[in-house]
């Protein structure tokens, strides 16, 4: 913080059963010294959004035998059949091997009305035949947050809150734009230009912006607290939620010999080897989640080092840092 990585941090880590370190430190608003970071500090999670939200609820579709992930999307989803898409399986976008586009580009591209987005993502051709490559894209949670909502008849903000949020006790997590008195304990991140200040409780995430806040991509507004509630699930599941099963199946290498190694949606943390059995997941405002079956401990850092800076270097030595000591 000292060093001007970030305004503000909160952390916490533990195992299945206990918390082991929790914390906050900083201004979440530099502009106001009177009201500090607390471990109960909402944070816009960005990217963690496509694991807190999507890959939980895509696991209670599979775990109910809702969604076949091998199966081609053309082959029961009326939209993506004869799109580009239709070929392409729910294990292909949550490996990332699906070969969509790289960039969202959403507005650039498909304007602003949400159903001609929709259409838009469904129709774009591949970059390469689904399974050939590993390439990360936002695309991919964007596309199985329609597809739950196909299979479902309900949209993602109420699917996760029902399906994963609420049996997990997770009474914190939402979706934006929050209402004015839960913003005032967001960590605000970039400037924006619009409104003549920093965003406090309205995602960051552009796409997301223009989708009304809430998508597979990003919106979602979190604690430490409930955060590792939500971990706490992976190393210890409780009934109501996604099954060990689930977790199992996504938390071990599904891409083979293709680079960089997947599983379905986490990724090995950086600087660990397989044996460490350390997976994670990242979030551009400056968030991050671990997990480790193998050593039985999950950690979470959330920051709002958009707030600050955009260069990613400081913030990635010291998520290394980190994990390394949590892990340690």
Not at 50 to 75: F, N, R, Y
Not at 246 to 257: D, I, K, Q, Y
Request: glycine fraction near 10%.
């Amino acid at each position: 913080m000292r060093a001007g990585v970030y305004p503000c941090a909160a952390w916490a880590v533990g195992d299945a059963r206990s918390l082991l370190s929790e914390g906050a430190v900083g201004l979440p608003d530099p502009a106001r010294p009177d009201l500090p970071a607390r471990r109960d500090t909402l944070f816009d999670v960005a990217s963690l959004t496509k694991i807190l939200a999507v890959w939980a609820v895509v696991g209670t579709l599979a775990d109910a035998g809702e969604l076949d992930l091998t199966a081609p999307l053309g082959s029961y989803w009326p939209e993506a059949a004869g799109r580009p898409v239709a070929e392409v399986s729910a294990f292909h976008l949550l490996t990332h091997t699906a070969g969509l586009p790289l960039r969202a580009n959403l507005r650039h591209l498909y304007g602003s009305d949400p159903r001609a987005v929709r259409d838009g993502v469904l129709s774009e051709p591949l970059r390469h035949r689904p399974g050939a490559a590993v390439a990360y894209t936002d695309r991919a949670a964007l596309i199985l947050g329609y597809l739950a909502e196909h299979l479902t008849g309900r949209p993602l903000p109420r699917l996760a809150r029902e399906r994963v949020w609420q049996p997990l006790g997770m009474t914190e997590t939402r979706y934006g734009p929050l209402p004015p008195e839960t913003a005032e304990r967001c960590a605000p991140t970039e400037y924006d230009e619009e409104t003549g200040a920093p965003l406090r409780g309205t995602v960051h995430d552009f796409s997301a912006r223009l989708l009304g806040g809430a998508c597979g991509i990003a919106g979602v507004f979190t604690t430490t607290g409930d955060v590792g509630r939500f971990l706490r699930q992976l190393l210890d599941p409780r009934p109501g939620a996604f099954s060990a099963g689930w977790t199992a199946a996504s938390l071990r290498v599904r891409t083979g010999e293709l680079l960089p190694p997947r599983g379905l949606f986490w990724h090995p943390a950086p600087g660990t080897e397989a044996a460490d059995d350390v997976w994670a997941h990242f979030g551009f405002t400056g968030t991050a989640l671990w997990v480790s079956p193998a050593r039985g401990r999950w950690a979470v850092l959330l920051t709002n080092r958009l707030y600050v800076t955009r260069d990613p270097g400081p913030l990635s030595r010291l998520r290394d840092a980190f994990r390394a000591g949590a892990f340690a």
